[in-house]
């Protein structure tokens, strides 16, 4: 006969009575029957039938489990399944069941121990509260039950995968300090959570903790330790466990391997790392992966060695190994810190070719790279291979355009602005300076002004870059004064005016031949609140240099010491180079003696100043003294000091002098600039070996050097002088293909041309297109074509300082 209140549960409308008539029939052998239902109406036949307490339904659960264990010494089948739907379907609170169970049979009942054990193993693999599930262990075990061994490893295995590492170490922990026994499972369970968290000393000190307690590792447990102690760089343990592995029997898989060689590489010990690779695929069988590959590579790398990393990645590729981004990425990364542009150019376009996407990161280094060396058209090659893969960003954009602005070459980067703007990469404030100084550099004012103008309805506000460039451009132009007034706008958009500013205008007066307003500029500069530094004083000493008022020059030296400022290398070089050019050399040497008494070393700019000095009065041995004193002092000389002496020799017209400090400069590694391949072409074309000229000019444009308006015009006075007028008029349309705008003397030379072999009209085309280029003529370019009488002497060789200055 049932319990009163189990039977009251029964016959109640329980949304959920199966439990209790299903424990019911356990007990009595013949069901109860059921009472009649009177008729109801089908809005109460169909209504959510009340809630039961949970008080109650865990009363119940006691009964029954009672009922069960009276009619059994060891707990019936169905009373596991009784507790097995309890978990699942009643949603008793697990310290509810734990009650239950401890309830319906005295604690020191065996049967108590094997019921609990279930109960945890239930509420743990249900896995929805392992809080809860742990706290019914505790309850277990405060009322004196010990969980089975293997409810213990399902709550561990639950609390590690559900909860945190922290809880599932702290119940390990407190199992293993009650002395209850633990298996390699539970260890495994445990030290993964703890690996995965990065609780990795926790997970060695369990691996440890395994052979005092007289479990042995599986091999997960090994793998764990090993991936554990990599991971704090413990080089020489994770060799030693990898030992243990191998001796207690256990393969170890490829990953474990991989990690060891990655531990010992970052370590530095490529040898054993290489060792450890052998034993792998020895073991293995197999082939060399691309992890381990990569791995490997990388070793190389950290040490500087690219070269046996490049040696590696070649013989995994001819044994089938496919590189990924990652192998790719390194290599490019060690190719371009070590300067092997060549190498990383071609690894990028290798990894487009097989379809894999390099990372924005990786491709700008590739590309600022081919820049740096001058390679602009192997960096646009390679940015139009993956434009349309989103690879390049707004850093991407801003390297190329800035090369191409800087080089004067407006028509590419104003390609690369639209092409920005249909791959809808928006562009940053950096952007706009960069076009502002492209526009700028080419003298575009108008068009600099237009694109300064449309920076606040896009969402830039100007900085001081942004008006430090227009300045320039102003007073590049000459044109100072609205250089000047953008300082009234910058007050008026409240842009701070620093340093930087300030001295762009104290410098540009010196530029414009304004230099006597510099003081009273600056004494107005200083009452806005402008502190001048030594860079101020500086450039306005060089300003004064240059316009050979050498004593206004010495004014403004006192004034800056007096201000308390001492004057350093650039000041000194300033007075040397001014010295020599006013023919003052026993003063720039005395000043030099000055210099080194102050213990201020002299440095490859003061040098070249007397080199430049006495290369330009024609005193090539003066000049050679000082490079030799310039070599006794450890420096390196630089493309300006072998262009001084080029331009001295070519003056000299002494030519094969010139081609030997040419040649000696190549040698020493050091690139020739536009200047000096400029120098070169225009003493080799006014000596008559104009095809000799015509080849360096070749050499350049292939060694990456964008040639200007004074190269052209060297070239174009060589054919001029052999008759080659054709090949002279070609040279203007090169130039405009390269962007280069003409100068006045590349026309009057060109037009002079024409009139000395009678083609007029070709003379009077050339005028009305150099007025469209908006090249103004000069009183040469008037006299030629009123006179219509060639000059005796080219205006090349009677009036052009640009080429005689430079060159």
């Not at 995994?316 to 990652?326: D, L, M, S």
């Not at 060690?334 to 376009?349: I, P, R």
């Not at 280069?740 to 085309?765: D, K, S």
Request: hydrophobic share 40%; glycine share 6%.
């Amino acid at each position: 006969m049932r319990p009163p209140r189990l039977r009251a549960v029964a016959s109640s409308p329980l949304p959920r009575r199966r439990l209790c008539t299903a424990a019911t029939s356990a007990a009595s052998s013949s069901p109860a029957p059921q009472p009649e239902r009177a008729a109801q109406p089908l809005s109460a036949q169909f209504a959510r039938p009340p809630a039961v307490p949970t008080e109650v339904v865990a009363d119940d659960l006691a009964s029954t489990l009672r009922a069960l264990l009276a009619s059994s010494p060891t707990p019936h089948p169905r009373a596991f399944h009784l507790l097995r739907s309890a978990t699942r379907d009643t949603r008793l609170p697990p310290d509810a069941l734990v009650d239950a169970v401890l309830s319906a049979a005295d604690d020191g009942s065996p049967a108590v121990a094997k019921l609990l054990s279930h109960v945890l193993a239930c509420v743990s693999r249900d896995g929805r509260d392992c809080a809860a599930a742990a706290a019914a262990y505790s309850r277990m075990v405060a009322r004196g039950v010990v969980p089975d061994a293997r409810s213990r490893t399902i709550l561990l295995v639950a609390t590690a995968r559900g909860a945190s590492a922290a809880d599932a170490l702290t119940l390990f922990d407190e199992m293993r300090g009650k002395g209850y026994s633990a298996d390699a499972t539970m260890y495994d369970a445990v030290m993964r959570a703890c690996v995965r968290r990065g609780m990795l000393g926790d997970a060695v000190r369990l691996f440890d903790e395994m052979a005092g307690a007289g479990v042995k590792p599986d091999g997960h447990v090994y793998a764990l330790t090993i991936v554990a102690l990599c991971k704090l760089r413990q080089a020489d343990r994770a060799v030693q466990v990898l030992g243990m592995m191998r001796e207690a029997g256990f393969g170890p898989w490829d990953s474990t391997y991989t990690s060891v060689v990655d531990v010992l590489v970052k370590a530095g010990r490529m040898e054993e790392a290489l060792l450890v690779k052998d034993q792998m695929l020895a073991a293995s069988g197999k082939k060399m992966d691309v992890v381990l590959a990569t791995t490997l590579m990388h070793g190389y790398c950290l040490l500087g060695e690219v070269g046996k990393a490049l040696d590696l990645f070649d013989e995994a590729v001819r044994e089938g190994v496919v590189p990924t981004n990652v192998t790719y990425g390194l290599l490019i990364k060690a190719c371009d810190a070590e300067g092997m542009t060549d190498k990383a150019y071609e690894l990028c376009c290798q990894m487009i070719k097989q379809g894999l996407r390099p990372s924005t990161y990786v491709f700008n280094l590739v590309i600022k790279s081919l820049l740096m060396d001058k390679r602009w058209e192997d960096a646009i090659g390679l940015f139009e291979a993956v434009v349309d893969t989103g690879v390049p960003d707004v850093f991407t954009y801003n390297s190329l355009i800035i090369w191409f602005c800087k080089h004067h070459k407006l028509h590419e980067a104003l390609e690369l602005w639209g092409k920005m703007k249909e791959a809808g990469v928006t562009p940053s404030i950096v952007t706009y300076n960069n076009l502002l100084l492209g526009y700028c550099e080419k003298g575009c004012m108008d068009e600099a002004l237009k694109l300064y103008s449309e920076m606040p309805g896009k969402g830039f506000t100007p900085n001081e870059v942004t008006y430090g460039t227009l300045m320039r451009g102003y007073i590049k132009t000459k044109d100072f004064d609205k250089a000047y007034t953008l300082l009234d706008e910058m007050h008026q958009n409240r842009v701070p005016c620093n340093e930087y500013i300030y001295n762009i205008l104290i410098n540009g007066l010196c530029m414009v031949d304004r230099v006597c307003e510099v003081d009273e500029m600056l004494k107005r500069f200083v009452t806005e609140g402008f502190v001048p530094t030594t860079m101020t004083y500086n450039s306005i000493i060089n300003g004064f240099v240059k316009a050979d008022m050498m004593s206004s020059a010495f004014s403004m030296y006192q004034q800056m010491c007096e201000k308390g400022m001492a004057p350093n290398i650039v000041t000194y070089t300033s007075f040397i180079d001014g010295y020599c050019r006013t023919n003052c050399c026993d003063l720039a040497v005395k000043l030099l003696s000055d210099m080194r008494l102050k213990g201020i070393r002299p440095d490859v700019a003061a040098y070249n100043a007397f080199i430049n000095g006495f290369c330009k009065q024609g005193n090539m041995s003066h000049a050679l003294q000082f490079f030799v004193l310039l070599l006794k002092d450890g420096l390196t000389p630089d493309v300006t000091v072998y262009n001084s002496f080029i331009t001295g020799y070519k003056n000299l017209k002494m030519m094969e002098e010139a081609w030997k400090f040419y040649d000696s400069m190549i040698n020493e590694g050091i690139d020739a600039d536009t200047e000096t391949y400029t120098t070169l072409i225009d003493g080799f074309s006014k000596a008559g070996n104009v095809a000799f000229a015509l080849e360096l000019y070749s050499e350049m444009l292939a060694k990456g050097n964008i040639p200007d308006d004074k190269t052209f015009t060297a070239l174009a006075h060589g054919l001029c002088r052999i008759g080659d007028i054709d090949g002279a008029k070609k040279l203007l349309e090169e130039m405009r293909r390269l962007d280069v705008r003409p100068n006045i003397f590349t026309y009057n030379m060109l037009i002079n041309a024409y009139i000395r072999y009678g083609n007029l009209q070709e003379a009077f085309q050339l005028h009305d297109e150099m007025l469209k280029s908006g090249v103004m003529p000069d009183d040469t370019t008037s006299d030629l074509l009123v006179s219509l009488e060639p000059l005796e002497e080219s205006p090349a060789d009677a009036e052009n300082p640009v080429l005689n200055s430079a060159s």
